[in-house]
Antibody, heavy 121, light 106 residues
């Protein structure tokens, strides 16, 4: 069965950096686009970033563009999110999610359990 | 930017009743709309995609309809495990979610 397991969350000071990882199993990771989606405490869902199955295209929400970088290592079945210049408003649970299709941004058919990032001094 | 507006914000119903949740887009998204269910402390779960296609393993009591700007998620007969928050999501531009509808037990 499909499993997505995030790690790397924690408490970081404003302006700091953090790298999240998402280990994937149960499907052919190298054949699907992948996303990061976040949810601030008590709030709704916000899409953060997408990477194509082969890493050739990456897209970001305006709120994180220039600060966050999505990447993947298909040999390790792992998705990453490098987060720099963190702000208080980046505080959220970060989910990795598999795209329903292989080549483009569509919907999120499997999700990890999430990892909490808290930006606070 | 397309805005998705969900209504009502909160829906109070009893088990066995029919639930109708609405999602309205500020401009046409064709049929590119999905619905998700999220329970407290859990990740969202995909229910419906492309407006009316049930995702893998989703019970038949969940159905979706609509196109253009107006969409509906219907739960034909509520089970106790259906009380949760429901989000719609469009994919016409970048993924964007509605603000959610909380379905609570009356």
């Amino acid at each position: 069965q499909v499993q997505l397991v995030e790690s790397g969350g924690g408490v970081v000071q404003p302006g700091g950096s953090l790298r999240l990882s998402c280990a994937a199993s149960g499907f052919t990771f190298s054949s699907y686009g992948m996303h990061w989606v976040r949810q601030a405490p008590g709030k709704g869902l916000e899409w953060v970033a997408f990477i194509r199955y082969d890493g050739s295209n990456k897209y970001y929400a305006d709120s994180v563009k220039g600060r966050f970088t999505i990447s993947r290592d298909n040999s390790k079945n792992t998705l990453y999110l490098q987060m720099n210049s963190l702000r208080a408003e980046d505080t959220a649970v970060y989910y990795c999610a598999k795209d329903l299709h292989w080549n483009t941004v569509t919907y999120f058919d499997y999700w990890g359990q999430g990892t909490l990032v808290t930006v606070s001094s | 930017e397309i805005v998705l507006t969900q209504s009502p914000a909160t829906l109070s119903l009893s088990p066995g009743e029919r639930a109708t949740l609405s999602c309205r887009a500020s401009q046409s998204v064709s049929s590119y709309l999905a619905w998700y269910q999220q329970k407290p402390g859990q990740a969202p779960r995909l229910l419906i995609y492309d407006a009316s296609n049930r995702a893998t393993g989703i019970p038949a009591r969940f159905s979706g309809s609509g196109s253009g700007t107006d969409f509906t998620l219907t739960i034909s007969s509520l089970e106790p495990e259906d009380f949760a928050v429901y989000y719609c999501q469009q994919r016409s531009n970048w993924p964007l979610f509605g603000q959610g509808t909380r379905l609570e037990i009356k």
